[in-house]
């Protein structure tokens, strides 16, 4: 159970409804809270939490802020530097890490070093850094409490079946806004960020509209729990109700069910093991009256096929395949791009990148910057 916590990315999505948790659990202080450059919700939350620090990312907004909350006694902190201040904040047990993109890692890192509980938002941790970042956990003996509300399930799945061997995971996906579609072509960004079923932030949004999202999930889910990517299942499933599924080897399966509400497993992260009640909406299985189940379709949703690849190919490829797709989205907001080009990107990214196994963090960080540099400069 969280006592004392820092929230990275607090502005986001994820970083909202973890502070309306915390209004709801009304025992746990905030520490510390960290935004990239939205210092009017920062400067509401300072007054709100009263944490006793906080760090912008964009340096003149950082400024702005001080002077801003000086009536506070809240340090106001910039750059990657004030970021990693904010990670491992003495006091702190649990640092809530939902920073979107790579710029998430070192964050995560540095927390578990420090000795700190990471409740983790930030796919791209695992993705780019699964095997190094799971290892160091057990090293530094801290828990890493999955957010996201698929790797959630999974872990309140598993919880009183520790010792057996997992069979598969089914890892439910609602097919976004397309599904169904036979080609992406032609569809439009706006069309990308009506999201059926969850409200997110954007770039998110447009990774579930193109599935890469799944694709991320499945690689955070292999080195989360240890099993093969053979043996994920991804399942498409509209009504996202079931949030995911554990097959054991007895052939039992054992889903968690709820409302597509991030705050669940957001709660459930930082009040684990315990389960603290709330007044979130509560799932009605006479409203919902059936719940559905397809197949991905690989050949429309190309960068599903393409994750799956790179975690196959193994080494530093997910964090190339991460990297193209960040800056493919980029470009795609940009106008550059349109959604469908954005499988081709990566897939050129890739085909271009000479893997490396043994590799370091440094090696990923690399990977991180040559894939980027050449995600941009390349025409599709
Ligand atoms: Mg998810």
Request: charged share 25%; hydrophobic share 40%; net charge negative.
């Amino acid at each position: 159970m969280t006592e004392k916590l820092v929230v990275l990315g607090s502005t986001g999505s994820i970083g909202t409804q973890t502070l309306e948790v915390c209004d709801n659990m009304k025992t746990i202080e905030i520490e510390a809270l960290t935004a990239g450059s939205r210092i009017d919700i920062l400067e509401n939350q300072i007054r709100k939490y009263r944490p006793r620090l906080a760090a912008v990312m964009n340096e003149e907004k950082a400024a702005e802020l001080k002077i801003r909350v000086r009536d506070t006694d809240t340090r106001v902190v910039s750059g990657e530097d004030g970021l990693l201040e904010a990670a491992t904040i003495d006091k702190a047990d649990t640092v809530l890490n939902s920073l979107v993109g790579n710029v998430g890692l070192k964050p995560t890192v540095c927390a578990i070093n420090a000795g700190k509980n990471i409740a983790l938002a930030n796919k791209e941790t695992l993705v780019t850094s699964g095997e190094l970042v799971m290892k160091l956990v057990s090293e530094k003996g801290v828990n890493l409490y999955p957010v996201d509300s698929e790797h959630s399930a999974i872990f309140q799945c598993l919880r009183g079946n520790s010792g057996n061997k997992i069979k598969r995971l089914h890892l439910t996906a609602s097919g976004g806004p397309f599904r169904g579609y036979k080609s992406l072509k032609g569809v439009s960004v706006d069309q990308a960020l009506h999201h059926p079923n969850w409200d997110m932030g954007k770039k998110i949004t447009i990774d579930s509209a193109t599935m890469m999202n799944k694709g991320l999930e499945v690689i955070e889910a292999k080195w989360l729990f240890g099993v093969d990517v053979d043996d994920i299942n991804v399942v498409v499933h509209p009504e996202s109700i079931i949030h995911s599924m554990v097959e054991f080897e007895d052939s039992a399966v054992i889903a968690q069910l709820g409302m597509p509400d991030m705050r669940v497993p957001i709660a459930y992260a930082l009040s684990c093991p315990e389960r603290i009640a709330n007044d979130f909406p509560k799932l009605d299985f006479f409203k919902i009256g059936r719940i559905t189940f397809e197949k991905p379709d690989l050949n429309v949703f190309k960068c599903l096929k393409l994750a799956l690849s790179a975690i196959d190919t193994g080494g530093t490829m997910p964090a190339v395949l991460n990297a193209a797709n960040e800056v493919a989205v980029e470009r795609l907001f940009s106008g550059d791009i349109e959604l469908y080009q954005i499988a081709e990107l990566i897939e050129k990214v890739m085909s271009a990148y000479t893997v490396k196994y043994n590799y370091s963090l440094s090696d990923i960080f690399e990977a991180d910057s040559w894939a980027r540099e050449y995600a941009r400069n390349t025409e599709v």
